[in-house]
Nanobody
Framework: QVQLVESGGGLVQPGGSLRLSCAAS????????MNWYRQAPGKERELVAS???????NYADSVKGRFTISRDNAKNTVYLLMNSLKPEDTAVYYC?????????????WGQGTQVTVSS
């Protein structure tokens, strides 16, 4: 059974930091690209950061220089370190695992964790 369990969200003041974690199980973690998405109220879900199996990373322009994605394949866990948080970072953050193999797409989602940036 595939599971992605996010943790680490919460309320933080502007300029503060949070680290999100996503613990994965039920699939071969190292074979998957791992992504963090977010969805703010009234907005579409957007891709925030990605990390592929060999640790190559990509970031949305809005978070470059502030967020860092990393993964620990031994622990089947992906992290998102968020620094210099802004009110516009407020959203539900979702962990995603994605892979393609022989024409099949494997696409798994966590339940989300709320991040609120407010004074």
């Amino acid at each position: 059974q595939v599971q992605l369990v996010e943790s680490g969200g919460g309320l933080v003041q502007p300029g503060g930091s949070l680290r999100l974690s996503c613990a994965a199980s039920g699939f071969t973690f190292s074979n998957y690209a791992m992504n963090w998405y977010r969805q703010a109220p009234g907005k579409e879900r957007e891709l925030v950061a990605s990390i592929i199996s060999n640790s190559g990373t990509n970031y949305a322009d809005s978070v470059k220089g502030r967020f860092t994605i990393s993964r620990d394949n031994a622990k089947n866990t992906v992290y998102l370190l968020m620094n210099s948080l802004k009110p516009e970072d407020t959203a539900v953050y979702y962990c995603n695992a994605y892979a393609r193999s022989f024409g099949r797409v494997f696409d798994y989602w966590g339940q989300g964790t709320q991040v609120t940036v407010s004074s």
